[in-house]
């Protein structure tokens, strides 16, 4: 029995794996981990196409960050929420120089998931409404609540969730019925508004206290709002006194080429969520970033949240680490120079195979939707997973020295913000070789 094999028996006589039903799971046996690439119990080299869970922006392994967490492991390892240590004082000091204009009060959790769901209380408190609207092709975390504002169907098996969501379409022009050959942004950004608006007033906008958006859809499939969307959803919870939070969880901290995804639009909305990049992933760690109307309201009203491991100074000195590490080696910008390569090669794969129905990305964050047929975009997979094409080019990846995250008809393309154009390019030609499986699929059926 390989060493792989062994741990991986091992771990699964007494693991109970997520997302999975348990027999089918297929778990590498991750040793260590440098830069873009990772390697297995067997000595086997991965290049991480995903950032694990789009989550390692730095890359694996940076001395630079695990120093950190060491010396603060020596310094002080834990303190309970209601105490205040020096890496928390200097990380909401570092955090407001990133995050735009006005968010610069942080509330400190472990997870994207509880950062949404703290997000959803706060806003409820501040405007004494109850309704949230959030989208259907989204991702806001497992936990109850969060689970609950996720659109996607990872939520029916937890309903009937928490009462007060309303789920609103996505701008999303490849699917999108409300968008025409030949719309600009302009034109598709107006029509998806007009919808949003019709359905604030069928809701009562004096009902609905915030809107929740990924600011860039994530696991659903990159799908980037046409420019004119976002600040028109700005402008429309300003006319009604809706809150607007942006889900940066997965967006943020130079994944998409920019430190927040807001940023390319220029917009700043009430509550902020973070996690993921914030520290690297090297230990848990969430936020919420309030402006001074939210945060206002909680100077005199008793916030109801809180967690044991709020503001847990071991993953506040990582987060310090790892913004060091952003700003040191320029991972922002080179996200923006290799998010360039990656739409490039992108747009090489779409003109070479029949199977891509279209390809997406912004900075790092990237995807390409397969299709059986490019002119009735009908998807590879089933909207709920299942099929043999989409586990069979995972398998080809693998045997091949790339991870990376498929499910649908979606092969997502996030790799570490740290990557070299070099490889890149090698990653994406063995990602290439792998789509002549979904070419082969696509013409059989
Ligand atoms: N929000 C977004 C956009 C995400 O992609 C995720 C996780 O993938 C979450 C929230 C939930 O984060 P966590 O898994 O840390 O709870």
Known sequence: MSASSELIARARAHNFFSWSAQDAVNPI???????????????????????????????????????????????LAYAGPGMVT?????????????????????????????????AVKMARGVTG?????????????????????????????????????VRIPDPYKYRSALYRAGDSDADFAQRCLEQLEEIVMFEGPH???????????????????????LQGVRELCNRHDILLICDEVMTGFGRTGAWFGVDHWDVAP????????????????????????????????????????SA???????ALATIQVIEEDDLVGNAQRMGRVLAELHDELK??????????????????????????????????GGGDVMPRIAA???????????????????PPLCVTETELRETMAIVNDALSIADEAAHLD
């Open 207 to 229: 009902t609905i206290a915030a809107i929740l958006l990924e600011t860039v859809t994530g696991t659903n499939g990159v799908i980037i709002p046409p420019n004119g969307y």
């Open 29 to 75: 046996a991750m040793v260590r981990g440098e830069g873009c690439y990772f390697w297995d119990a067997d000595g086997r080299r991965y290049f991480d196409l995903n950032s694990q869970s789009m989550c390692v922006n730095i890359g694996h392994g940076d001395r630079r960050v695990i120093e950190a967490i060491k010396a603060q492991a020596d310094e």
């Open 312 to 318: 847990h100074p071991m993953c506040l000195a990582a």
């Open 351 to 384: 003109a070479e195979h029949p199977s891509i129905g279209d390809v997406r990305s912004i900075g790092l964050l990237g995807c390409i939707e397969l299709v059986r047929d490019q002119k009735s975009k009908e998807p590879l997979a089933p909207y709920t």
């Open 396 to 414: 080809y990846l693998r045997e091949h020295g790339v991870y990376t995250y498929l499910w649908r008809n979606l092969l997502h393309t996030n």
């Open 270 to 309: 009430d509550i902020m969520t973070m996690a993921k990049g914030l520290t690297s992933a090297y230990l848990p760690l969430s936020a919420v970033a309030v402006n001074d109307r939210v945060f206002d309201h909680f100077r005199k009203n008793v916030f109801y949240g809180g967690l044991t491991y």
């Open 129 to 165: 409404r109850h309704k949230v609207l959030a989208r259907y092709r989204s991702y806001h975390g497992a936990t109850f609540g969060s689970i609950s504002l996720t659109g996607d169907h990872r939520r029916w098996a937890s309903e009937p969730g928490i009462p007060g969501v």
């Open 86 to 118: 020096r890496v928390r004082a200097e990380l909401g000091e570092r955090l407001a120089q990133h995050t735009p204009a006005g968010l610069e009060h942080f509330f400190f959790g472990v997870s994207g998931g509880d950062a949404n769901e703290n």
